[in-house]
């Protein structure tokens, strides 16, 4: 997954003579247990490893309850729970999208809910007036909104179909891209700030751990 993540390509198509391996990483606490073993049975086990996860990804995962994992020990779900280790991360992700996009419940050709924002509101306002910001004002609309007109398949091209649309007061924009993005910038940017108080500083941040990282 690391070398996948600096290389900006996914584990199954990296090509098994792309693996290579420097003193920095054998050094590295977590690839110990590779000192030794000549760079061609690494590459070896590794596309063991796309084979696997392959057929796991494509034939198996999606025909497992994954449900009895944590009360049944001789369960099938239970065995992948204890091999998670060696499923690649896309191969998680993947499997992730399948499920979301199987369990959308709005339909192509309803429309999909919409949300008015006014950004004037949070113009002015102190720390301890939470209520007029983007989050509590999308929190009160979306709260009246069925759940089920919000499942959508994940979005792709370049408008694509979001759970809701956001319209903000006094701007006028082509398409709902846009729009949403900013939306999701803004209500990130408030969870981080005192405004809301829902985030807190880690307690380690004093001693110089987890600097930044919000619980």
Not at 19 to 43: F, K, M, S, W
Not at 183 to 205: D, I, K, N, Y
């Amino acid at each position: 997954n690391e070398v996948c993540c600096q290389l900006a390509i996914s584990s199954a198509r990296l090509h098994p003579h792309e693996v290579r391996l420097t003193d920095a990483h054998l050094t590295n606490e977590n690839y110990l247990c590779l000192q030794g073993i000549p760079i061609e049975n690494i590459r070896l086990r590794f596309a063991f490893l796309q084979d696997l996860n392959s057929t796991l990804e494509s034939l198996f995962l999606p025909l497992v309850d994954l449900r009895p994992a944590n009360v049944y020990s001789r369960s099938t779900a239970f065995v992948l729970s204890q091999l998670r280790s060696v499923i690649f991360y896309d191969t998680k992700v993947n499997f992730m999208n399948r499920v979301l996009n199987a369990s959308a419940k709005r339909k192509p050709d309803q429309a999909a809910p919409e949300i008015t924002l006014n950004p004037l509101e949070t113009i002015g306002t102190g720390e301890k007036d939470s209520q007029a910001s983007i989050f509590c004002q999308s929190f009160r609309q979306l709260s009246a909104i069925n759940s089920k007109k919000l499942c959508v398949r994940l979005a792709s091209g370049g408008d694509p179909t979001y759970s809701f649309n956001v319209r903000m007061l006094g701007e006028e924009v082509h398409g709902t891209s846009g729009s949403f993005r900013h939306f999701l910038w803004q209500v990130a940017r408030e969870l981080q700030s005192p405004t809301l108080g829902l985030l807190l500083p880690c307690q380690s941040s004093a001693t110089g751990l987890n600097k930044g990282r919000l619980l």
